[in-house]
Nanobody, 125 residues
Framework: QVQLVDSGGGLVQAGDSLRLSCAASGRLFTMYTLGWFRQAPGKERQFVAAFSGSGGSTSYADSVKGRFTISRDNAKTTVYLQMNSLKPEDTAVYHC??????????????????WGQGTQVTVSS
């Protein structure tokens, strides 16, 4: 099993940047595919980005391509989401998630077994 703790959210203005972090406990960090999802009030949780366990594949939602970057530091067992050029529509609670590697990246919440508690990102216009 793996436990995830999200951090790094905050209140920023449109055009600003934030970096979210997700610290993972447990061994065998590289055996997990890691993802970020977000959920705005009244909306379903949606896929943002994912990074394969092997580190060879990444994927992004169209709405964040070119602005967000997912990365992982296996030595620190941490996954990051660098968010640039933030927009008000990026406002949401962001959750990191993990699933066992070898089954594809995963694009829906049901694809992931482990979740962080979430960190609030608010972008003002």
């Amino acid at each position: 099993q793996v436990q995830l703790v999200d951090s790094g959210g905050g209140l920023v203005q449109a055009g600003d940047s934030l970096r979210l972090s997700c610290a993972a406990s447990g061994r065998l960090f590289t055996m997990y595919t890691l993802g970020w999802f977000r959920q705005a009030p009244g909306k379903e949780r949606q896929f943002v980005a994912a990074f394969s366990g092997s580190g060879g594949s990444t994927s992004y939602a169209d709405s964040v391509k070119g602005r967000f970057t997912i990365s992982r530091d296996n030595a620190k067992t941490t996954v990051y989401l660098q968010m640039n050029s933030l927009k008000p529509e990026d406002t949401a609670v962001y959750h990191c998630a993990a699933r066992r590697a070898g089954y594809g990246l995963g694009y829906t919440p049901n694809d992931y077994s482990y979740w962080g508690q979430g960190t609030q990102v608010t972008v003002s216009s």
